[in-house]
């Protein structure tokens, strides 16, 4: 069993940055391919960022490449997004997933564990 805790939203200026940070319980978290989804109200859960086990292997929707940058420290069983130049689009809940096996998945029901979620507002 993984347990995920997201932290790091808030509200932001158009422009602006934020570092979203999930922290994970458990130690085969470097065992665990991780992904950050993220959700606007009315709109499906959808991949924004994944990377594999060691973090060789990145995925990056085309909304946020160039922007957002995807990484992990398997010492801390941390996963990290550091999101640059948000846009007002880039509102919604963020989550943080895990999934069994060291390869990235781009759908939510290729990921086993799931954190709770949080909110990241961008004012324009």
């Known amino acids: 069993q993984v347990q995920l805790v997201e932290s790091g939203g808030g509200l932001v200026q158009a422009g602006g940055s934020l570092r979203l940070s999930c922290a994970a319980s458990g130690r085969t978290f470097s065992s665990y391919a991780m992904g950050w989804f993220r959700q606007a109200p009315g709109t499906e859960r959808d991949l924004v960022a994944a990377l594999n086990w060691n973090g060789g292997r990145t995925y990056y929707a085309d909304s946020v490449k160039g922007r957002f940058t995807i990484s992990r420290d398997n010492a801390k069983n941390t996963v990290y997004l550091q999101m640059d130049s948000l846009k007002p689009e880039d509102t919604a809940v963020y989550y943080c997933?895990?999934?069994?096996?060291?390869?990235?998945?781009?759908?939510?029901?290729?990921?086993?564990?799931w954190g709770q979620g949080t909110q990241v507002t961008v004012s324009s």
């Open positions: 997933a895990a999934r069994r096996g060291s390869q990235i998945a781009t759908i939510p029901t290729g990921y086993d564990y």
